[in-house]
């Protein structure tokens, strides 16, 4: 076994500090802000959905999420099984076909959806726009005007999101279909652009998984409601019923059976983020939680943001990638070795959980931004960081 020559370090003293909430995995993600199990009602376990009082409270997230993502009044929206991926997949198997396709993928879960249209519905009719992690695909080359769009507004595994809406046409004749999972509730969407928008309760705002909201725009409605794909829908992704909207869906009627637990839990963080401010004091948080790491990164001879360009850079999903020279020069696996160190290291001292990339993306840190994670635990956390790395670098081998 040969061993990388390094340059003596002094490995610096353990930060005084810690973390109240040393969680920043970025999914699920951290419970909101003085989150307690006391907290939530209980009025409706072990009841049916279908009665009054939890079909009431499963109507109460889809208004309460409209109304703090100042979504139109006309856009339909409902809760689904399946979490956000079940969620885009019925968006996906109920409207394209119709027209032309094309597919934005960057990240792991735009990849995804490129293969299910690829290799499930078979679309002829294609284009794909790539690129690697950290960057966007030239977003001008795309036919918003004529063709359906598929596309992640904020590539949660890659950290780089679209940063506006300008180069979706207003007047067009295909749909978009946005996977918006880790933008929701962080980021401002222009709904006037967006026919399909999918997201989950456990990204923003902090909610348990298995459960996915779904809007369609007036035109989605539409295309629903006039179009029927080649392929026959499972019971679990329909959304029409002899040729019309199931409205039922979109009132607080889910096509399975919920957690109304985790109902009551969303619900709960839902009327948090109205006391704090709305959209507006959801953003302002996710946004200084980027400018915490931004700051840190500023000054790091270590690392740097997967995504260069700033206007790019997620505020939820924070990528990160080692620059340090000792790091470039071994190879990938043992990059990932080099960040496991790390990361283990982390969760021993109970100070960061799940800080990783994820496990397609090249070796990094993934933090988790969005507004139930406070400022100061990720400015505590950037020392722990520098803690860990010069631990990992002062150990190396290869």
Not at 17 to 30: D, V, Y
Not at 59 to 80: A, C, F, N, W
Not at 117 to 140: M, S, T, W
Request: a negative charge.
């Amino acid at each position: 076994m040969r061993y990388l020559l390094i340059t003596k370090i002094l490995v610096m003293n353990e930060p005084s500090s810690k973390p109240q909430n040393p969680n920043f995995s970025s999914g699920p993600t951290a419970k909101r802000p003085g989150w307690a199990f006391e907290h939530l009602s209980t009025k409706n376990l072990g009841r049916s959905h279908r009665a009054p009082g939890p079909k009431s409270s499963l109507k109460e997230v889809i208004d309460l999420s409209k109304r703090l993502l100042q979504m139109p009044e006309d856009y339909r929206l409902g809760i689904v099984p399946g979490s956000d991926t079940g969620a885009f997949e019925m968006a996906m198997w109920n409207v394209l076909g119709a027209r032309g396709v094309d597919v934005l993928s960057w990240e792991s879960f735009g990849a995804g959806w490129k293969t299910d249209i690829e290799k499930q519905l078979k679309i002829n009719d294609v284009r794909y726009f790539e690129a690697p992690y950290g960057e966007l695909p030239d977003l001008l080359e795309v036919d918003s005007l004529t063709r359906d769009v598929v596309f992640t507004w904020n590539g949660t595994t890659s950290g780089a999101r679209v940063p506006n809406g300008d180069w979706i046409a207003e007047q067009r004749s295909g749909l978009t279909l946005c996977d918006a999972t880790s933008a929701t509730f962080a980021m401002a969407l222009p709904w006037e652009k967006l026919d399909i928008v999918t997201w989950s309760w456990q990204k923003v705002m902090g909610g348990e998984g298995a459960h996915g909201m779904i809007a369609l725009s007036p035109r989605a409605v539409q295309r629903l409601e006039t179009y029927t794909p080649d392929w026959p829908l499972p019971k679990i992704f329909r959304l029409t019923k002899a040729g019309a909207l199931i409205e039922d869906i979109f009132e607080g009627a889910t096509i399975n059976t919920p957690s109304m637990l985790a109902v009551e839990d969303q619900l709960d963080t839902l009327h948090w983020a109205e006391q704090i401010g709305g959209l507006e004091a959801l953003i302002s948080r996710s946004q200084k939680n980027l400018a915490t790491i931004r700051e840190w990164v500023s000054g790091s001879p270590w690392v740097d943001f997967l995504t260069a360009i700033p206007e790019q850079q997620s505020s939820t999903a924070i990528c990160l990638k080692v620059i340090h020279p000792q790091f470039l020069a071994l190879g990938i696996d043992e990059q990932r070795q080099f960040i496991k160190t790390m990361t283990t290291e982390l969760e021993a001292q109970h100070v960061g959980y799940d800080v990783g990339a994820y496990r397609d993306a090249p070796p990094g840190l993934r933090l988790w931004g969005g507004a139930t994670v406070e400022a100061s635990d990720l400015q505590i956390l950037t020392q722990w960081l520098d803690w860990s790395f010069e631990r990992a670098l002062g150990s190396q081998e290869v």
